[in-house]
């Protein structure tokens, strides 16, 4: 691959354009806000212009009801020798395509499983999409070509491919990302009823819950209406369990909390929760749960996380993940550092040495030692 075009230059489409040109790809940048490919392009991700000739791949950065349209335009001017996208929605914008008589065949659909709470250019980083599961969706009429240049690109980018239909992708996606971005804005939203002295008590727990809930409204409206089915079928499943609950509190309320059938199905559905969270896999491939955590406190300071990791890093132990919390009345945050348990009382000696407070904890969460 010599040759790409981005049309929309957002965080994707920016991310896309960046990974490329890190491995030596000419990308041209196309959107229909200029201030956005502008910006784009002084980010290095590429000229904010048309290619002069035919490129090898056209990557469609658009929202899913565009996807159809834009296709069909690009494909009329012969931009590309094959086309994706990296829409989130998957059957609806297939639907669409076959009903504009877009060419099938050098057409690949796409969804790459990164992404960010930020939106445009400015957010975009080329790495966002290394380890991180990009399914395509071939159809039928699908040709190996354009197949075989969708791969490179999903390898270019330093993502895993994952071949999935229409339909399984839009009900696996309705599962782990859109219902999950509807409740965190459903529980920002219920915020807007609490006081302020309430929401002082707010720490990383409610934080890590809502997070997702400062997407793009816009944007999100366009992708929960393209996947209106599958959404509406795990949504109404988590209102089941939810009401199931709040009738179990309920019954633990009349018999003053004292332990009966109400605590029982509580519990039973706390456990339920442990073992789910426990089957997404982290980095690797293996669950969270497998880790142990380094809590350190950082001081709010330049420099000081730079200290941390400087320091870290003289244990000889691999960092696997980390989180940040930051105290909203103290010039203080806890940073956790998950390791594999056999490494991180080494870890946390090593820092000790260093003059930073420690202790252990379990990841995510947990009983500290």
Same mark, same amino acid.
């Given at each position: ?113 990164? +992404? ?73 939203? *219920? ?19 809502? *997070? ?60 339920? +929760? ?96």
């Amino acid at each position: 691959m010599r040759t790409a075009v981005i049309v929309g230059t957002g965080l994707v489409g920016t991310s896309v354009a960046l990974a490329l040109r890190r491995r030596g790809v000419d990308t041209y940048l196309l959107d229909s806000d200029p201030t956005a490919s502008r910006t784009a392009e002084a980010l290095g991700a590429g000229r904010a212009r048309e290619p002069s000739a035919c490129a090898d791949v056209a990557v469609l950065a658009v929202p899913p009801v565009q996807v159809a349209p834009v296709l069909a335009d690009l494909q009329k001017r012969g931009t590309a020798r094959f086309y994706t996208d990296v829409a989130s929605v998957k059957c609806l914008p297939g639907q669409e395509v076959e009903a504009l008589g877009c060419e099938l065949t050098s057409f690949v659909g796409g969804h790459p499983l990164a +992404g960010g709470e930020r939106s445009g250019p400015l957010a975009a980083r080329g790495d966002l999409f290394d380890g991180r599961p990009w399914v395509l969706v071939p159809s039928e009429r699908t040709g190996d070509p354009a197949l075989n240049c969708a791969l490179e690109l999903v390898s270019l980018c330093g993502a895993t491919p994952v071949l999935l239909d229409a339909e399984a992708h839009d009900r696996a996606v309705a599962l782990v990302s859109h219902v999950p971005h509807l409740v965190a804005s459903l529980t920002a939203a *219920r915020l807007l009823e609490g006081s302020e002295s309430a929401l002082r008590l707010a720490g990383q727990g409610l934080r890590d819950v809502t *997070r997702t809930a400062a997407g793009s409204p816009a944007l999100w409206t366009d992708i929960l209406s393209a996947n209106a089915g599958p959404v509406a079928e795990v949504l109404e499943a988590l209102a089941s369990d939810a009401l199931g609950v709040a009738e179990a509190l309920r019954r633990v309320e009349r018999q003053g909390g004292d332990a009966g059938s109400g605590s029982v199905a509580l519990s039973e559905l706390l456990q339920r +929760g442990v073992d789910g969270r426990n089957g997404i896999p982290g980095k690797h491939g293996v669950p969270d749960a497998h880790f142990a955590a380094v809590e350190v406190s950082v001081g709010d300071s330049p420099g000081e996380l730079a200290r941390l990791f400087a320091d870290a890093a003289k244990a000889g132990v691999n960092i696997e993940d980390i989180d940040m919390e930051h105290s909203s009345d103290r010039l203080m945050g806890r940073a956790r550092l998950a390791v594999l348990p056999g490494r991180a009382g080494v870890l946390a000696d090593e820092l000790r040495l260093g003059g930073w407070t420690v202790r252990l904890a379990d990841w995510p969460g947990g009983q500290g030692t």
